[in-house]
């Protein structure tokens, strides 16, 4: 399903980009009538879904260049696989809905409430409660000097969040620096230094590939394409992350040593880490468990999880 919210809001972009390169207009491809044949309707949106891979390529390869594939919602062997009639269901559901236009909350809503019901047995965990997000961005309070980076990033939640939250702060500073007015102010991109933020200080990792399409997906509708997004193993040494390199900032923002100002994550506790060479760099496991499986000394769940 998340390959149709990908394709939805490249239509919905490229449509708007036609307009303001030629004036013209166009129908958009995720709209439907009784006059709709299913069959014309999936081939649009095949075709939609290609473009929308190479325009997410072309855009990446401007600031990460060759270094794209750990990178991309969608490779090349990715395609859309759904009979006519269930296509245009689908786009008849999603089109009452601007995947550019809705609030963060609403975007959002659609993963947890949509995508969570479609691969709950592989996507459900990753879906922390809103309220349990803002209170951690609430908290830490980011700003646009901060970098900011999830190592179990799942559908990215945590990052869209703490974007919106510094975009209604920079939004709020920019109208306060207009004297009280918001006239002339794109309440999406309030300030220069709001955009610098949103294209170079969100970072990411997932150990899943098939997670990590949602995570990419939801960092597009929010806006921010140019998330640092990798399909990785952040549990690794942080040596085999970075290929040796040890300098973080300010030459290197991310996942390198002092690369990052703020941590937010809501790792899947309930997973089984079976990789020894990642467990014995882990002190807490040493004495916890015998080969049988036994308990040898018990560490507090309390503990465990700060």
């Known amino acids: 399903m998340v390959k149709f919210l990908f394709a939805k809001w490249y239509d919905e972009q490229a449509t708007i980009d036609l ?6 207009s166009r129908a958009y491809v995720f709209s439907v009538s009784n006059e709709t ?15 929308a891979k190479q325009w997410e390529r072309d855009t990446l390869a401007k600031k990460f260049g060759d270094d794209l594939g ?29 995947l550019r236009k809705s609030s963060a909350d ?26 349990v997000i803002n209170l951690m961005v609430g908290i830490l309070q980011p700003t646009v000097n901060d970098y900011v980076g999830d190592p179990a990033c799942g559908s990215a939640r945590m990052l869209t969040h703490v974007l919106d939250y510094v975009r209604k702060q920079e939004y709020a500073k920019a109208i306060a620096n207009n004297g009280g007015s918001a006239e002339g102010i794109n309440p999406e991109e309030p300030t220069e230094e ?4 949103r ?26 394409q140019y998330a640092d997004l990798k399909v990785m193993d952040s549990l690794e040494r942080l040596g085999s992350i970075t ?36 467990l014995k760099d882990f002190a807490s496991r040493d004495g916890v468990t015998k080969k049988n499986g036994k308990v040898v000394k018990s560490i507090p769940q309390e503990v465990a999880l700060l």
């Open 106 to 131: 609403v975007k959002g809503g659609v993963f947890e409430d949509f995508l969570s019901k479609t691969f709950r047995d592989d996507l459900g965990q990753y879906f922390t409660p809103t309220p």
């Open 37 to 51: 044949d299913p069959e014309r309707l999936l081939v649009q949106v095949r075709d939609t879904f290609e473009k």
């Open 194 to 197: 709001f955009i610098k933020f």
């Open 70 to 98: 750990v990178r991309l919602a969608f490779n090349e062997a990715d395609v859309l696989q759904f009979k006519p009639h269930t296509t245009m269901e689908i786009v008849k559901r999603l089109q009452p809905w601007s």
């Open 243 to 278: 290929g040796g390199i040890t300098e973080g900032l300010p030459e290197r923002p991310g996942f390198y040593l002092g690369g990052l100002t703020m941590i937010l994550t809501n790792p899947p506790f309930g997973s089984k880490l079976t990789n020894d060479n990642i």
């Open 199 to 224: 294209d170079n200080h969100l970072f990411g990792a997932e150990y899943s590939r098939n997670v990590m399409h949602v995570a990419r997906v939801n960092t597009l509708m929010n806006g921010a």
């Open 19 to 24: 307009v303001k390169q030629t004036g013209e």
